[in-house]
Every structure is written in structure tokens, then in C-alpha cells.
């Protein structure tokens, strides 16, 4: 069984930063951020593929920046001018194929626990 430990959540005000940190026991396929803010259902945020290609979804565009560390099995979020609607519990997932869609619609990866992240407006 995979291991993944996610840290780095807070609070902040919106237009802040923070930064996520993920470290997996095994760092193989696609690896990527997934949130599920509250109220609502999870949804994607930033993945890299396993050529290294990084894909955001639109509403954090610019202001997220996704990085990993082969050798160190690490997986790392920068997040700047945070928003409100940034709130939310951030997961880690790695080890999957396929596409964002598709790991929210089957679970496939192995998960984080989750990391808590409050923006106040």
C-alpha cells in the first residue's frame, strides 16, 4: 500500500500564500492536487504526468504552481493570491493513469488524507 502524507494547510487571508507539501512512499504514473470545498464535491486543481507535462484547471490559472521531486518521491503546491473560493480540504493523489476526470469519477490513485485550507475574504 502506497503511503501519502500531505502538510503545509492553513489559514490566510485571501490574497495570501501558502504552500502544500506531499511526500508518497512510491512516485510512479500521474501525481496531482484535488480539493473538495466545502459543501461541495471533489474536484481537480493541478496534475503532472508522467512525462512531466502539468495541466491546471482554469480557476487557478496563474496563480498555482504545481512541482515534483523524483528522487525525493515529493509533490509540492505554490498557491498565491489565494482566494475565498480556494477554501477547502486539499488532497494529494499519485499513482494513477489517465485523466483528472477520470480519477474523480473512479477514485483510482492512491490518496492523502487531506490538507485543510481556509482563505478569509
Known amino acids: 500500500q502506497v503511503q501519502v502524507v500531505e502538510s503545509g494547510g492553513g489559514s490566510v487571508e485571501a490574497g495570501g500564500s501558502l504552500r502544500l507539501s506531499c511526500r508518497a512512499s512510491?512516485?510512479?504514473?500521474?501525481v496531482g492536487w484535488f480539493r473538495r470545498p466545502p459543501g461541495k464535491g471533489r474536484e481537480g486543481v493541478a496534475i503532472v504526468d508522467s512525462d512531466g507535462k502539468k495541466t491546471y484547471v482554469d480557476s487557478v490559472k496563474g496563480r498555482f504552481t504545481i512541482s515534483k521531486d523524483n528522487a525525493k518521491n515529493t509533490l509540492e503546491l505554490q498557491m498565491d493570491n489565494l482566494k475565498s473560493e480556494d477554501t477547502g480540504v486539499y488532497f494529494c493523489?499519485?499513482?494513477?493513469?489517465?485523466?483528472?476526470?477520470?480519477?474523480?469519477?473512479?477514485?483510482?490513485?492512491?490518496w492523502g488524507q487531506g490538507t485543510q485550507v481556509t482563505v478569509s475574504s
Open positions: 512510491e512516485f510512479k504514473d500521474n
Open positions: 493523489v499519485v499513482g494513477w493513469r489517465g485523466t483528472m476526470e477520470w480519477v474523480l469519477e473512479t477514485r483510482a490513485g492512491y
